[in-house]
Every structure is written in structure tokens, then in C-alpha cells.
Nanobody, 127 residues
Framework: QLQLMESGGGSVQAGGSLRLSCAAS????????MGWFRQAPGKEREGVAL???????SYADSVKGRFTISKDNAKNTLYLQMNSLKPEDTAMYYC?????????????????????WGQGTQVTVSS
């Protein structure tokens, strides 16, 4: 069973940067599709950044130009580089993999389409 574990969260001031990591284990085939989601208190979980089997990346409008998603297949690790952080970026951040994450997979911004989740890492941005 695929297991995901996030790290790298913390508290920063507005304008600062953080790099989140998500280590994957327990899989039997390469992981081609993954995503980063976040959830603030009282709000629904929302997709932030996605990467698919062609290494095509997409971003929510709220983070476009500030966040970068990438993955290191050799290390089985997904990253999210977050720059120019804003107080509204404060949330618990989760990495996730869709039900099918093999070659030819596709990603969506719907949390429902993902069935493997990490435990989350907290990001707090102060003004």
C-alpha cells in the first residue's frame, strides 16, 4: 500500500519561502501522478499543484508564479517550493496520489480522486 509522508512545514513571515517534501514508500510501480493540497481551518481541502505522467504541471490561480511542484523519481520524493508566501497560504498541506498513478495517469483538483494521503504538514505565514 502506498504511503506518503510530508515534511518541511513551519512558520515564516510574509514574503518568505518554504520547501515541502513528500516521501513515498510501499509502492510496487513508479509514481507518475501526484498532487499537493491544502486545507485551512473551516475551509474545504483545495488542490494547489499537480504533476502528471508527462511531468506536466498545473497550479491553482492563487499560487501560480509563486509555487513550484517537482518530483525526484530516484528518491521517490515530491516537492513543493513555496516562495513569496502570504498569510492566506496558511494551512495544513497534504501530498496525495490518485487511485491510478502509473504511466498514463492524469491528475485533477478534486480531492475525491485521490486515495493515498500523507498526514499533512502545517504551514503558517504571519504578516
Amino acid at each position: 500500500q502506498l504511503q506518503l509522508m510530508e515534511s518541511g512545514g513551519g512558520s515564516v513571515q510574509a514574503g518568505g519561502s518554504l520547501r515541502l517534501s513528500c516521501a513515498a514508500s510501499g509502492f510496487v510501480s513508479p509514481i507518475y501522478c501526484m498532487g499537493w493540497f491544502r486545507q485551512a481551518p473551516g475551509k474545504e481541502r483545495e488542490g494547489v499543484a499537480l504533476i502528471d505522467s508527462d511531468d506536466f504541471t498545473s497550479y491553482a490561480d492563487s499560487v501560480k508564479g509563486r509555487f513550484t511542484i517537482s518530483k525526484d523519481n530516484a528518491k521517490n520524493t515530491l516537492y513543493l517550493q513555496m516562495n513569496s508566501l502570504k498569510p492566506e497560504d496558511t494551512a495544513m498541506y497534504y501530498c496525495a496520489a490518485p487511485r491510478y498513478y502509473g504511466r498514463g495517469c492524469r491528475t485533477t483538483y478534486r480531492a475525491y480522486d485521490y486515495n493515498s494521503w500523507g498526514q499533512g504538514t502545517q504551514v503558517t505565514v504571519s504578516s
